[in-house]
């Protein structure tokens, strides 16, 4: 009996398609190739036995879970692979070893009701031993060396990539606390009628505390107010008080020095918070504006001609449900109907 809500074919496309903008960019067309390749085969073929497979009893979101991990690993450990030094002849039956490791360990694991947490954790770490046990036997037949057998097991894209994002979130929040010397914070003038205020005339040599602050609420004037509060949250109350004051000051930017303000915005630039990465629950509550100002007949007809696993998604928005697609992709799907429907 098929499974309802799992399309494996359509699953392991679009997982395919979103591997191609995270390959590392000194790959060579052949390495790119065989990062897409690989992920999509093992895509492909696991969630074609576990469609087929009626034993397991598995439902949409399960057969998505195990399927996703696969790709996800079959992805990593593929660029580990192309990095190790291993010539590309054996990079296959290592990539199948572990692939039908991860097949094996998940299946059983969610037989016994493991929870998902705990199961990812057993599955590092038997991929982590399927990769060492296969790299072990190739040296031991004297297919590699000692070295290439050692710069192999030191191959972690996974950790690498965790280490990359670490490393960016400290640096954005390390900077952030540079742009805010001890010096005290400026004091606006508590007008009956800010907006009528004058703006306030700084010293274009003085690169000091306020003119940054009136530079960063020039930003601020022009963002969402989503964005303004992620902002202000790495600010101290003192400051938050400040650009808020800035902020309904009309013709801010008239007291400043144009090149150094421009100067003041550009070293700042970098270290504003983007915006978060969308959610389940954002993708609903986004859905669900738009269903309660459009009608649900014109959003369907966005979807007329669109691949099934989309009707779905929207079908199951509109009653409430979040029909499990990859959070980014669903984001595409919401933005596209924003962009389109009447």
């Not at 074609?48 to 790709?71: K, M, P, R, S």
């Not at 000692?146 to 996974?158: L, R, T, Y």
């Amino acid at each position: 009996m098929a499974i309802e809500g799992f399309d494996y074919k359509e699953f392991a496309e679009l997982m395919s398609s979103q591997a191609g903008d995270l390959i590392p960019k000194d790959f060579n067309d052949m390495q790119k190739n065989y990062v897409v390749k690989t992920l999509s085969n093992f895509t492909l073929l696991a969630g074609e036995a576990i469609y087929n497979d009626e034993a397991l009893g598995f439902n949409a979101e399960q057969a998505i879970f195990v399927t996703q991990i696969i790709a996800e690993w079959a992805f990593h450990k593929s660029i580990d692979l192309v990095h190790s030094g291993i010539m590309p002849e054996h990079w296959d039956g290592i990539m199948q070893k572990i692939a039908f490791t991860i097949f094996e360990v998940a299946k059983q694991a969610i037989k016994k009701n493991i929870p998902q947490d705990q199961i990812l954790q057993l599955i590092e770490h038997h991929v982590n031993k399927s990769y060492k046990e296969a790299i072990d036997n190739l040296e031991k037949r004297g297919v590699i060396s000692s070295e290439i057998s050692q710069k192999a097991m030191s191959q972690s894209n996974i950790d690498d990539m965790a280490a990359q994002a670490a490393q960016a979130e400290a640096e954005q929040k390390a900077a952030m606390e540079s742009i805010q010397p001890d010096a005290p914070p400026p004091v606006v003038p508590n007008t009956p009628s800010p907006q009528a205020a004058p703006a306030p005339v700084m010293p274009p040599s003085s690169l000091d505390k306020s003119v940054k602050l009136i530079s960063i609420a020039l930003v601020l004037k022009i963002l969402p107010s989503d964005r303004v509060e992620a902002i202000l949250e790495k600010f101290s109350p003192q400051d938050v008080e400040t650009l808020r004051n800035y902020m309904k000051v009309e013709n801010l930017e008239a007291g400043l020095d144009l090149n150094y303000t421009l100067k003041c915005l550009e070293n700042i630039k970098e270290f504003l918070p983007r915006r978060k990465s969308p959610s389940q629950e954002s993708i609903i509550r986004q859905l669900n504006k738009i269903f309660d100002t459009y009608p649900m007949e014109n959003v369907e007809k966005l979807f007329k001609s669109e691949r099934p696993f989309l009707k779905r998604f929207i079908s199951k928005a509109y009653e409430g449900d979040y029909y499990p697609i990859p959070v980014k992709v669903a984001q595409i799907v919401v933005d596209y109907v924003k962009d389109s429907v009447e």
